[in-house]
């Protein structure tokens, strides 16, 4: 049966809405996208264009410049794991940091940011990248094997001697600060819906 | 375990491409993956195959890290075994769902097939005879008919798509954000439900509209949506503050940032409370003012004192009316109202005056309730246990610090903290010896006897400066002294208090930097119980002494006013003697410390202090509403010019706090001591009031009656003469309101719910123990298996 015609225009609207918010809350971003590079960028991003930024022009915006986890952060969002972002991974990368963003989603690219040989567990050398980046290296060796094992000791609760996905998020769980207020980065000015 | 469920294994074709495209939720296709693997022991593992295996594990769009090296790096530490040849046992631990959740995309999709299909499932339980009791329960619901571990891509973002359109719309918009995949594979996601939604065949072109009106329509119902939206991206940055707050945040982090939020809170309370006594009191005492006109002209002091010509002023309780405003009755008596006039609708001033301020306190509780309430879900989490290093390590960061300076301290500062962690495990496993404990006891007792020592002789020695002001006062009205003295001594006694309250802080972190505690949260919370305790003895102190000299007041004809302008008065001194602590504590401070020491190190920004200065000054204005309708207005005056000059100093003067802060902890607290000392004292106080004191005789609304709560039997008495119908109004207040029975019942009612959550969360953190206990024995069963999967390999190796 053909759908009323309140229906269709219903559907209408809603299919020309869904790609027009798209490209809504989008034009800011597109600005700091395309600053960062004028000369390859082009204006329009309706086309889709085959274009990818590397690493080392986004780690100097000044959203991430200080950030020590810069380059994990831009790894985690980018396709092609080495760090290029297409415009498409840029969106998702400041719409996953913004306030809007579920928490789930959150701890998920939270555990990819610190899994540093993306093999979805968070083992001891992960953790003791981690915690250079955070201390810059002031702690001592000895400081900092203690402290792995005091986290995996804590946090592991299959006793296969790493996190996994499950022990991290249970673990974040108990510092609800963490993803509701600490995981977020000073946001582009713009909502994003998706 | 009765019966086996009806699973029929297949035994698949395409090996590769479908092992690496497991559903973590998966278990039968776990099952194939077994099956599978004893049907190939007679083929033997390869070189080559290896390769292959690594070739399609870099070709695939999805992420799969060569899974050699990190089946490598499990085995080695755990096992201390190779094998090197195994590639079956390294494709299967590859595929393993722990390792592919978040990473293949089909895994990710399958994933949210099956908690899509679960959400369904949970509206609508099915009966009892389709199911197969099996011990896996997993495999109850599972709907082995559309099994997605077996589909491509394709097939799978389509089954992912019907599952989505049989949801509602809300819960399908948040599983779609919640999606962890790229912006490229959403959008195909978003085209196959459309393509879903409306088949092939019927979908409308977007330029052949049913008419011209229905494009218009559509049109302008799309341009509205827009600016809807636009609206909504605006929102957050319309909100009081934001930029400033932003910034606050980048520099100093989430902790400091608690204390301005509080800050903001407490001003859309006293906003709140201001907006209504406005509309319902003050905006009409003002529009018919009483008969007696004021006598004193506006000189400058009353800003600081509230006397003088403030007294007879809308500020205080004295100058409310305590008639009908505008009643038609006694229109009689003003001849110059013309005929034409429009009707004139009463208004009872002493009942509107009552039920507002009842209202804005009923509002402010239940407005404290819900925020205590939302702040202790989301902090205190149910089996929430030690597990401090591990959430130091990995929820430190504050992902908003973004200045050079700042993440440089935010760096010192973890690595401190986790040295702390460390000492403090350290210490906790070689405790100190007897000695030591004896001499660190001996000065917990002793800082604690002088703290309480320091508060009661502080309250003592208020006691005696109300004696000594009163009797002061008393000589001055003899005499007749001249206005200015007068009043000056009006301000000795807030002078006193703020100046000891002050005092007193600096001095209890003085101990605290004395006691030297092991944690610095411990620390916190010590500091604030000393302040809290100072501050709220001497307010009771004070209490008592409003209550029980009224009389004294008698020179301005109403006690109610004397009270009011005496907690104004101690509002604007708490106010000046923050500043003055603002610009010695912390300005000064940091020139003396650059310019003379030469020292880089800046004050810090005190959090506790400052929190409890603010519930201090929010429990005076609940204090006064009462008398001085008017105060929220000052409290509100006085919270905006604080912000913009506690963010000056922070930006100009002070470093970030060294000590380690949970923002939502703290804030938990100080909205738990928002509601507990503060509202819950002043809320006491004013009900003692209108229940039992009697008012003045000849002032204000409530003048003649025996308390202020009988102007409300008036009220009903009147109603009842008025319509004899309306006798529930009488029934309620006298067998609700004034019955002890009911007030008991209900507090029977809370406490029993009160019971009844503790009990609930008790049987949750059993749960959780016992779940990580089964977790704790799937990992046991997990490495067994593996194991004896080596061992296998092994045997068959050695035999061929």
Known sequence: TRPSRGQRSQEHLDNVLRHS??????????????????????????????VKLPMQLIINMPELKENPFKERIVE?????????????????????????????????????????????????????????????????????TLVCEKVIEEADMDGDGKLGFADFENMISKAPDFLRSVFHQISVGCVIFI | MSQLPPITLHISEDTGSDNQELSPDNEGAMHT??????????????????????????????HLAPPDTSAFAWLEPGQGEQHPGDSTTLRI????????????????????????????????????????????PSLRQYDLESDPARATLQDKRSLLAKELLSLSPSQRSHMLLSLPLCLAEKRALWRELDEQRSPLGLRPHPTAAPSPCGWCKDYITLGCRHLWYRLLALLPAAQPWHYALKQISGRFGSSVLSYFLFLKTLLMFNVFSLLILLVFVVALQAAYPPAKANQQPFAGFELLTGAGYFTHSLLYYGYYSNITLNDPSASSLSGSVAHSA????????????????????FATCILLVYSMYRSFGESYRVGSSAGDLAIKVFCAWDFKVVQRRSVKLQCENICTQLKELLAERRSRSCPLSLCQRLGRVAVLLLAWVLSLGTVLGCVVAVHYLLEHMHVVQQEHRALAGSTWQREGILLVLPLTVSLLNTLMSHLYNLLAICERQDSPAVEVYVAICRNLLLKMLVLGLLCYHWLSRR????????????????LYRFMVMDFVFTLL???????????????????????????????????????????????????????????????YIKKTSLMQNCQAPSKPWQASRMSTVFITLLCFPSFLGAAVFISYIIWSVKPSETCGPFQGLETIYKSVNVWAKLMEKSSPNITWLTWIQQYLVENTFFLFFVSGVLLAMTYCHIQVVKGQRRIICLLKEQIANEGEDKIFLIEKLHCIYQQKEERA
Not at chain 2, 36 to 62: C, F, N, V, W, Y
Not at chain 2, 346 to 358: K, Q, R
């Open chain 2, 581 to 643: 602590d603002t610009i010695f504590g912390e300005l000064v401070f940091r020139l003396i410390s650059e310019k003379r020491l030469k020292r880089k190190q800046r004050p810090e920004f005190d959090i506790a202090r400052n929190v409890l200065e603010l519930i201090y000054g929010q429990t005076l204005t609940w204090l006064g509403v009462l008398f001085a309708p008017l105060l929220p207005a000052v409290q509100v005056l006085k919270l905006l010019l604080l912000f």
């Open chain 2, 33 to 62: 993956s077994f099956r599978e693997l004893i049907q190939e022991q007679s083929i033997l593992a390869e070189a080559s195959t290896e390769l292959e295996l690594q070739e399609r594990g870099r070709g695939h769009p999805a």
């Open chain 1, 21 to 50: 918010v798209w490209f809504l809350g989008v034009p800011l971003l597109h600005g700091r996208y395309h600053e960062m590079a004028p000369n390859v960028v082009p204006m329009d991003y309706t086309k889709d264009p085959d």
């Open chain 2, 93 to 136: 631990l590859a595929s393993m769902p722990s390792r592919t959740i978040g990473r293949s995309r089909g895994a990710i999709i399958s994933q949210y097939y099956n908690r899509t299909a679960r959400l369904r499932r949970r509206r609508s339980r099915p009966s009892l005879q389709q199911l197969s009791r099996t011990a896996r």
């Open chain 1, 76 to 144: 985690s969002f980018s396709e092609d794991g080495e760090g290029s972002l297409s415009f498409n991974d840029f969106v998702d990368m400041f719409s996953v940091l913004s306030e809007m963003a579920p928490r789930e989603l959150k701890a998920i690219y939270a555990f990819k940011i610190y899994d540093f040989n993306t093999d979805n567990f968070i083992c001891k050398a992960d953790l003791e990248k981690t915690l250079n980046k955070l201390t810059r290296e002031e702690l001592t060796a000895e400081e900092i």
């Open chain 2, 551 to 566: 009389v004294v007041c008698s020179d301005e004809e109403c006690w109610e006013t004397c009270v009011g302008q005496d």
């Open chain 2, 342 to 361: 429009p009707p004139r609708l009463p208004y009872n001033m002493p009942l509107a005056y009552l039920f507002t301020v009842g209202v804005s306190f």
